[in-house]
């Protein structure tokens, strides 16, 4: 069996250079070697021909004394010398082919190039013979050869580490600032997964660190992600979920930059340091760092924005530069400005959360409130935004500005561009005012109307959470959100937050919030009728009269009774903590009509909200209990009585639960059915049946039915 292992050493060795492969030829010569027997199906490795074919004159003898023809020749190989490579396949088939009468039965060709492709079409195979290539490359792949050779990674079959590591460090800031000044809009994700991309084209990633004042508010210009909203505060989170490591380093060029070079020439001396070192950041301060690396034999790569890189480290000829614009594909302002406008318009549900382009909209309206005037000068705009820290220097707050204008925030007013007016029709604009005016509103509401000199935090979340004004798309959807944009009119200095001790426990520090002193309160704040303050006198009005004055007050009033009555009846308490009856019946407040409700029945004495002691802490709790003999608390539960007792005969007849049914048992037409309907399921009397809308089954067993049943009963006995 005649087989055959033709090594291109010249190729091979080139190809390892430029992939920046350290090979050591011993292994390459003895592993190829044997390999070959292993494919061929040979018993030894001596009945393979293998040949090592090079211009051997260009490979001396190394630095230790080694002789490349001497390694491949005590590993079997016979020395081939191909002075000229163009004449290689023809050199090889007239010395080795022409006069061998045996076919070839076994044909392994270790080469990345083309050159010996001649060999394939040549030599004089047997029917059944086998030709592989090993490479890096299929250089067959298309031809016609494609479907008769087998084709094997050669790292693969040696075990040869394919790929260089790669660290890549980026000066975070300079690159947002020099893409944002060159009209592009920073798109957080699309960066992050270009870095990421980009950095693998290299090599084996076993570093990436971005390094930026992460945190400081106004230091970056606004980053964005695919919807459009700006997210620099997440900016670190979304980062790590990356793989990237967010470096925090204080505001300005300086800071980063010895951050880095330190770093970088750190790892760098490392006997297991990267190979490849990827800067991030257009400064001319990292050209020393660039050629500390080089004697060190490091590759280098630069990634940079063109017409904000320093002409140094341009002119750098041992740097590869690589252009960040080119590899992230990042939208400019405009394009990014009509996106978001659609993406607005059909109400989409993207959470619309404070950015650095809220601070424009609140600051802007702040001023223009001191000077009465819907236009500001361009200047005193960014003297604002620099005073209440919005941004960190008048260069972050003109990028501020200037992208606000390309999004359509700010126009200019006038040709000179040194004046400014805000959009009121932008939705960023629009939703921003609106969510500013209803924090400020309820806050000033429950200052003016209860006499307290601050909210409760606590308190104020829950209040806007029942505010239907703000029940749009992407807003008011969490406790969260709204602690996120209440911080926010915190930071615009709108607001006020102070910790307080805690009334029943002085060292326990609560939060609270109040309106700034000098914050210029809207002097007539759009408010809806429900947040009004109360000067009724409640005190001896009938439920009846409430009803035709607050129908929704009415109505919340018999939901509290029922619900307190029921609680404090199972559960064998006096008192209802009224936070739980509170979120027990949200679904059904608008505006304050629990809150109007509560107070309603103290007036009319029929219950009493206090603080008592609660059994499972340590703290007292804010409860509220029913005063049974109150004419309006007994009046409401008779009615609830009444109608379980007109549902357990419903129940007794076997007959269908619902609305019209119940019109026809009863045509006293005393009953406000959906209301009643409704209390009876929020209470878990009635379920509704599954698949049949309008439906219901009584809850036989339920502790109230099972009371009024019983009452029915002894009522029954006594009558008898």
């Not at 630069?302 to 002409?311: D, H, I, M, N, P």
């Not at 009863?666 to 379920?687: A, F």
């Amino acid at each position: 069996m005649a087989a055959y292992l033709i090594v291109d050493v010249d190729d091979l060795l080139e190809h390892f250079r430029r992939r920046g492969i350290s090979v050591d030829l011993q292994e390459l010569a003895v592993g190829l070697r044997g390999g070959a027997a292993l494919a061929a199906g040979l018993v030894s490795a001596d009945r393979l021909k293998a040949v090592a074919a090079a211009n051997w004159q260009a490979h001396p003898q190394t630095r230790g004394g080694v002789d490349p023809q001497y390694v491949f020749r005590a590993a079997g190989y016979e020395i081939f010398d191909i002075p000229r490579r163009s004449s290689s396949a023809d050199a090889l088939i007239m010395h080795y082919f022409s006069f061998d009468p045996e076919p070839v039965d076994e044909l392994i060709l270790a080469t990345t190039s083309p050159d010996l492709v001649p060999l394939i079409r040549r030599i004089k195979m047997t029917r059944n013979a086998r030709i592989r290539m090993w490479g890096s490359d299929d250089v067959l792949k298309g031809t016609e050869f494609a479907d008769e050779v087998i084709f094997q990674p050669l790292e693969t079959l040696l075990g040869i580490q394919q790929t260089k590591n790669v660290a890549v460090y980026v000066d975070f800031e300079n690159i947002a600032i020099s893409l944002n000044e060159q009209g592009y809009t920073v798109n957080l994700d699309q960066v992050i997964d270009a870095f990421n991309r980009q950095a693998k084209l290299h090599g084996q990633v076993v570093k990436i660190a971005a390094y930026a004042p992460w945190g400081q508010r106004g230091s970056l210009p606004p980053l964005v992600d695919n919807s459009g909203r700006e997210v620099a505060d997440e900016a670190p989170s979304r980062l790590m979920m990356a793989n990237i490591d967010p470096v925090f380093n204080l505001p300005g060029k300086n800071s980063a930059d010895m951050r880095i070079a330190k770093d970088v020439l750190t790892d760098s001396g490392h006997t297991d340091s990267a190979d490849i070192y990827v800067v991030a950041s257009g400064d001319r301060d990292f050209n020393d760092v660039i050629n500390s690396l080089r004697t060190r034999n490091k590759q280098v790569i630069l990634w940079a924005v063109r017409g904000s890189t320093a002409r140094q480290l341009e002119n750098n000829p041992s740097i590869t530069i690589e252009y960040v614009e080119d590899f992230t594909n990042l939208q400019t302002h405009q394009s990014l400005s009509l996106a978001a406008m659609a993406l607005n318009e059909d109400g989409d549900a993207a959470s619309f959360t404070p950015s650095q382009w809220s601070s424009v909209v609140v600051q802007f309206d702040r001023m223009a409130q001191q000077q009465d005037s819907d236009v500001l000068l361009r200047s005193r705009l960014l003297d604002q935004l620099v005073d209440v820290g919005a941004v960190v220097s008048k260069a972050r707050g003109e990028d501020l500005l200037s992208q606000a204008m390309s999004l359509g925030i700010l126009r200019a007013a006038g040709s000179s561009g040194t004046r400014l007016t805000l959009d009121g029709s932008h939705p960023i604009v629009e939703k921003t005012r609106l969510i500013r005016d209803r924090i400020v509103v309820r806050v000033l509401n429950t200052l003016n109307v209860r006499d307290w000199e601050y909210v409760n935090y606590g308190f104020l979340l829950k209040g806007l959470a029942m505010d239907r004004e703000l029940d749009r798309g992407g807003m008011n959807y969490s406790d969260q959100w709204r602690s996120d944009w209440i911080d926010c009119l915190v930071r615009e200095q709108v607001l006020l937050r102070e910790l307080v001790p805690h009334r029943h426990n002085p060292d326990d520090l609560v939060p609270v919030i109040k309106l700034r002193p000098d914050y210029p309160a809207p002097a007539a704040p759009t408010q809806s009728p429900e947040l009004e303050p109360m000067e009724e006198n409640w005190a001896g009005i009938t439920l009846a009269e409430l009803e035709r004055m607050e129908p929704e007050t009415a109505d919340m009033v018999r939901r509290v009774v029922v619900s307190v009555e029921q609680f404090t009846s199972f559960r064998g308490f006096s008192w209802c903590p009224l936070g739980s009856l509170h979120k027990r019946l949200r679904a059904f407040d608008r505006g304050m009509s629990f809150q109007r409700s509560v107070e309603y029945l103290i007036e009319n004495e029929s219950a009493e909200v206090k603080e008592y002691p609660n059994p499972q802490s340590e703290f007292f709790t804010k409860g509220i209990s029913l005063e049974m003999d109150g004419a309006i608390s007994h009046a409401i539960l008779a009615d609830r009585d009444a109608f379980i007792r007109l549902l357990l005969q419903m129940y007794e007849r076997n007959m269908v639960i619902s609305e019209q049914s119940i019109r026809m048992v009863d045509s006293s037409n005393r009953w406000d059915l959906p209301l009643w309907l409704s209390i009876m399921e929020t209470e878990n009397v009635l379920n509704p049946v599954a698949g049949r809308p309008g439906q219901y089954s009584l809850f036989r067993t339920h502790h109230t039915v099972t009371l009024v049943a019983e009452a029915v009963r002894a009522g029954r006995l006594s009558e008898n």
